[in-house]
């Protein structure tokens, strides 16, 4: 058990990173180094940061309902706020309170979107409304970063008894695929990292 946990412990704090900005897993995501970004489900930040520190010259603007939820305690736009200045960013970021299946924006504000951790939990129905409001935000050609809960040995040996991230029988990258294509995406790169399935994609021409 005590090796069990310490296994845990170091996957948690050095290969997943869940208490740190993520890094962003592919250089293809906003490689022209500019523009606006949304970040759907952005909780305390992880996500908001990673594209905020990897790409000086992109704003971000932080999406969340501030629930409560999946155990996320104190997930307020006051602690998002407190992380980006910490981190020295808040000047290029803005946090807006609401649902991302009905996104107070106008069509076609984003050139770029990516979602967390977070679409994810919406069921099939949220995850298809959800999808479709990314889309109808994102300008012709946005791009959509997708990262989900990747149910590999890190996953397996830290977390085991969480029912987050694909276990069906098609592999979780072909699911997601389809469902973002047939969200209306061309899908771009797909890639691993501890923990994480990512999922790069642009917005199909109309
Ligand atoms: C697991 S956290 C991920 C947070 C962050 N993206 C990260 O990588 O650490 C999921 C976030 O999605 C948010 N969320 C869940 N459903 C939402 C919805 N319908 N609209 C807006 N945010 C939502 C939750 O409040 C939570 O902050």
Excluded at 87 to 92: C, G, L
Excluded at 114 to 121: E, Q, V, W
Aim: aromatic share 10%; proline share 5%.
């Amino acid at each position: 058990m005590a090796l069990w946990a310490l296994a845990g412990l170091l996957i948690v704090n050095f290969a997943v990173m869940a208490n740190a900005p993520l890094d962003l897993p592919t250089q293809s995501f906003m490689a022209s180094g500019t523009g606006k970004v949304l970040d759907a489900g952005a909780g305390s930040g992880r996500s908001a940061l990673m594209v905020l520190l990897a790409r000086p010259n992109v704003k971000v603007v932080a999406l969340d309902k501030f629930a409560q939820e999946f155990g996320i305690a104190g997930n307020s736009p006051q602690r998002l706020e407190s992380n980006l200045r910490f981190a020295n960013v808040a000047n290029r970021a803005e946090i807006k309170e609401g649902d991302m299946r009905e996104m107070p924006f106008e069509p076609a504000t984003f050139d770029g979107a990516l979602s967390a951790y977070a679409i994810d939990h919406l069921g099939r129905g949220g995850f298809r409304t959800a999808l479709g409001e990314v889309k109808r935000v994102l300008k012709p050609g946005g791009e959509f970063l997708f990262l989900t809960v990747n149910r590999d040995w890190y996953v397996r040996i830290a977390f085991p008894f969480m029912h987050h991230g694909y276990f069906g029988p098609t592999p979780a990258v072909d699911r997601w695929s389809a469902a973002l294509k047939e969200g209306g995406f061309d899908i771009v790169e797909t890639g691993y990292s501890p923990g994480t399935l990512y999922i790069l994609c642009r917005k199909k021409a109309e």
